[in-house]
């Protein structure tokens, strides 16, 4: 088993689990490596779960944070073993897990072992299978059998947001919609009906949808409703009796889960509409005093996060959290990911004076 | 082998040859039952090319007439062997090929064996796959080796068309319509540009697109433009970059493959079009005096043919040339393909009468 020395540097921490390749499903011989490093830490309990390691202090303080990441990444792509590159005067590590998001896990990691007595009581959560399924996802197994371990005041995601915070984020709908028509030869189209001729009001309300940006608790979101796949036709000759189209609403935290359906519908109004995916958005959650005292600590203007990450499973377990980690998730699964490494120096720094500070 | 007794009834015939299965690609044990039952006949001369059987009367008559018919099917779907039934007190041979097109088939192995002194010299065409790609087909082979075969003053293609004659064909075009975009994260739209939301405007001119009726020589065509099939998307959670649309078009003998892409680009004026199939129509050729003796010998009213047959081969090769067999087209292809026994015995009566008649 490699060994994880956790005194050594974010940036050498990262490179070292970089290179213990843990795509989703295969996390095990990365996940053994940390529950190894933490636990030889007295201040920390640690508790395995499958791939997930969560290693937590018991200090007796007023309020406990949660502050997790995942281990696992979206296939490599001849992007393994890191390297060092410099890219306009600027120092990036480069390979598969850097942005997403071993950098931030490595910060977790150093700080975790260092932090003997940290302000608040702290459960660090280290979790498989993000990249995949949510029902495959750590966390969600976690929270089936232990929800007691997702108990805090505040919880930090260590997701890439370029070393600023990232509040909240937009909820995730797809949906299916449905033409139908009559099966006939091309050749007598009249005697059938054409369900993809029939799909050009569907793709035309797109086409004219004008996208709202929201503001939630201070923070502006940009919804979107996109259509990501259109599927129809049976042969060269023959007209389509079925036309599928199917769309993908971010929508502001502001909007329940059902009043994202309920619009959806509204959109496509006579039409058949299968909602095949659906997860809340998390409100930002900054105006919390502990949420206020982080922002102050780590400085930066925050900002609001598009995409869902797991800060919605804590917001709906209810607890405020945000996104706060090295890396720009434009370059999350990209073949040239790559972290600049003073935002991993910045996060490191960011995170122990928050949790330091008196 | 199996023998063919050609004195039996068109009916025995048919029911003879549908069970011997011959889907497209399978022939030669028909082509080769056909040859050796023809080849019997002194009045005969033989050609073998393939599984394509061709038998021709050498009389020095002033007209050589061209009656042909392809002997394979589509796939086979649990119905042969072939059945007698019952409906609504007509009685039919049921089961594949019955309809497409080995009643017509019979029809003329019939007639080949037993007209030994036409009024016209005959060449008789059996030919092997004509229900897949065109350069498969037995007719495209025989016209590269041996376009001599084709030469005559009128051709029947024994294709179904209920024991009416069905002159000329329409033209078919097949173009993919392209709209593009800019790859993006979903949760991300509007980094990225929509190529789905792009192809609004394709399905919105196909479904207001209102085909014509064209008299050509008399016969009224009816043209159609339809979407046959639509493919966009790359993930669930990505703008697409690519929308195809396949559209096809059918268009009448007036007008030349040039025209029909040409209207065909001016209707998606603006967009990508890549035509990736053209075939010609054919005029119905009913005017030529030999076509008008035929239209009396076997009577009824001559209508216009919608889908693509071989008779616009004959016809680019300046033969005039109409469909006449029996059966119900929209039966063809059909799990329930059947024939009515009244209209072979119709074709077998028609024909005969026009070939023998003084």
Known sequence: MPEL?????????????????SVSGDEATLADAIAAAVGVHPHLEVYRDGDTVVARTSLGRAQRVVIAGHIDTVPINANLPVRD?????????????????????????????????????????????????????????????????????????????????EGGCNGNLRAIVRTHGVRAHSARAWIGANAIHAAAPVLGRLAEYRPRDVAVDGLVYREGLNAVRILGGVAGNVIPDLCEVEVNFRFAPSRTPEEAEDHVRAVFDGFDVDVVDLAPGARPGLDAPVAQDFLAAVGGEPRPKYGWTDVARFSAMGVPAVNYGPGDPHLAHHDEERVAVAQIDDVERGLRAWLTSS
């Open 85 to 165: 590159i410099e890219n306009d005067g600027e120092h990036y590590l480069w390979g598969r897990g850097t942005v997403d998001m071993k950098a931030g896990v490595a910060v977790q990691l150093k700080l975790a072992a260092e932090l003997a007595a940290p302000r608040f009581d702290i459960t660090w959560m280290w979790y498989d299978h993000e990249e995949v399924d949510a029902d495959l996802n750590g966390l969600t197994r976690l929270a089936r059998t232990r929800p007691d371990l997702f108990a805090g005041d505040f919880a930090i995601l260590g997701e890439p947001s370029n070393g600023t915070v």
């Open 5 to 21: 020395d956790l005194t050594a540097s974010s940036l050498d921490l990262t490179r070292a689990i970089c290179d213990i390749p």
